[in-house]
């Protein structure tokens, strides 16, 4: 089996999982919670940089981050599944993921400044700066076409998008109708969105 050490609410987590699911080797990954806050974790020996996701093979190797792991299934899968082959298609797939999960790295930031410091202690400079990046990658995926492909930055959006309403109670929805049809399209079309869903 391969083993997956993530958390539940992780976009990133979530992207592989949805990625494994997809391509049909869900079944070959244990999947076993994380806590990168604590010091004594064993992830920090398998992933030196502390980090969720990693994955980690049935000869000990050890694969991080997400994109990486993600090319890694796509490869065990055949390769070519959820990451285009032909240039043309490949690079805007891979473009996007970098999009979303920027989206969610800026998100995570937010998040990460209000969990970790003390309420007079946070900086509003630091939060718009990375609201700026939220924002901005929202306006450049609103204007992306979709073609109902499902790939890695289609995967990738899907969770950031995700992240959002999780942890900014979907404000995003309000002016981001292309987004939105987006997302419920994927949502219908992809059952391991739901599956994959963090439920507090």
């Known amino acids: 089996m391969l083993v997956l050490r993530s958390s539940p609410a992780s976009p990133f987590g979530r992207k592989v999982r949805i990625a494994a699911h997809h391509l049909g080797l869900i079944d070959r990954i244990d999947i076993v919670a994380a806590d990168t806050t604590d010091p004594n974790e064993i992830l920090r020996q398998q992933n030196p940089l502390g980090k969720i996701p990693a994955l980690i093979l049935e000869d000990g190797t050890v694969v991080y981050d997400s994109r990486v792991i993600v090319d890694y299934l796509d490869h065990l899968a055949g390769g070519g599944k959820i990451i285009p082959a032909d240039a043309a298609s490949r690079y805007p ?14 998100a995570l930031l937010q998040v990460y400044e209000s969990r970790w410091r003390e309420e007079g202690q946070q900086s509003v400079t630091w939060k718009t700066h990375q609201q700026g990046k ?16 499902v790939h890695v930055g289609t995967i990738a959006l899907a969770c950031a998008l995700g992240y959002l309403d999780l942890r ?33």
Request: no cysteine.
């Open 93 to 106: 797939a891979l473009v996007m993921q970098a999009l979303a999960d920027g989206i969610a790295d800026a």
């Open 134 to 149: 939220v924002e901005r990658g929202l306006a450049a995926a609103e204007a992306l076409p979709f073609d109902g492909a």
């Open 168 to 200: 900014f109670h979907g404000a995003w929805r309000a002016t981001h109708p292309n987004l939105v049809a987006f997302l419920d399209d994927f949502a219908a079309r992809v059952p391991s969105f739901e599956q994959t869903r963090f439920k507090s």
